[in-house]
């Protein structure tokens, strides 16, 4: 991890913390000095992560929470402005593959669950913590996309779908806020092996793929109070972020 980034008194909330990129990334910005306020459904994972947060001498407070309770959400904002007033870092990361399949294929239900979980909830979280990055006199919020939002491959449609709206959202905050302090980027992390690469890619050697933390570690800056960018996708694999282009 960056050794430079000092987020000493700074509060981190990361959805999908029990696993994968979301696990590493709560690590590092625990270790960073931040305390951690790590969202998953799986209370194991959280358990695991705080163990380990707390064995390196850091801070965090576990959020068994199932974003699909939109209500929960809200509630969770309200408690971070009661314990602390404000919020400087989000890592939107929780998210659903779906289906690999024709578009033509999908049910309606896998579809929707998708979009529940990619699109509202990312939304209703956004809607939730706003006002508290926008409290902090750094506020950075990092929010998980994928390739397949450009890309738009066969059988990837709700998917693809739901990161595309994902960096829509993205992009417009960022608009809003970009003469504030806030600063607001998408992440494109590439090839990860994760669960849900596996899912995807059932026979790809997994070995071959950068580990979540090799890839929490380059997404790392994005929470400095030194970041300049906002309503830009930082490119995982290119280590560096990369402007949208309309349409040719």
Request: overall charge negative; glycine content about 8%; charged content about 20%.
């Amino acid at each position: 991890m960056p050794h430079s980034i000092d987020l000493s008194g700074r509060t981190a909330l990361v959805t999908g913390a029990s696993r994968g990129i979301g696990y590493f990334l709560a690590k590092d910005l625990a270790a960073a000095g931040a305390h951690v306020i790590a969202v998953a459904r799986t209370i194991g994972g959280l358990e695991e992560l705080d163990d380990e947060i707390k064995a390196a001498g850091g801070e965090a407070t576990l959020v068994p929470l199932d974003l699909t309770d939109m209500d929960g959400i809200d509630r969770m904002g309200g408690a971070i402005h009661e314990r602390w007033g404000k919020l400087d870092i989000l890592v939107a990361n929780a998210g659903i593959l779906g289906v690999i399949s024709p578009i033509g294929h999908v049910e309606a239900k896998t579809f929707e669950k998708v979009m529940e979980i990619n699109v509202t909830a990312t939304w209703r979280l956004i809607r939730s913590v706003d006002p508290l990055l926008r409290a902090s006199d750094a506020g950075r919020a990092i929010v998980m996309s994928s390739g397949a939002a450009h890309s738009a491959r066969a059988f990837w449609a709700p998917y693809a779908a739901s990161k595309a709206a994902v960096e829509a959202l993205v992009r417009s905050w960022a608009h809003e806020t970009e003469n504030m302090p806030l600063r607001v980027n998408a992440v494109n992390p590439g090839a990860t092996r994760t669960a849900m690469r596996a899912q995807a890619m059932p026979g790809e050697d997994p070995q071959t793929l950068p580990h979540p933390s090799e890839v929490a570690e380059k997404i790392m800056p994005l929470a400095s109070p030194a970041l300049t960018e906002t309503g830009l996708i930082f490119d995982v694999c290119k280590d560096r972020f990369v402007h949208y282009r309309m349409p040719e």
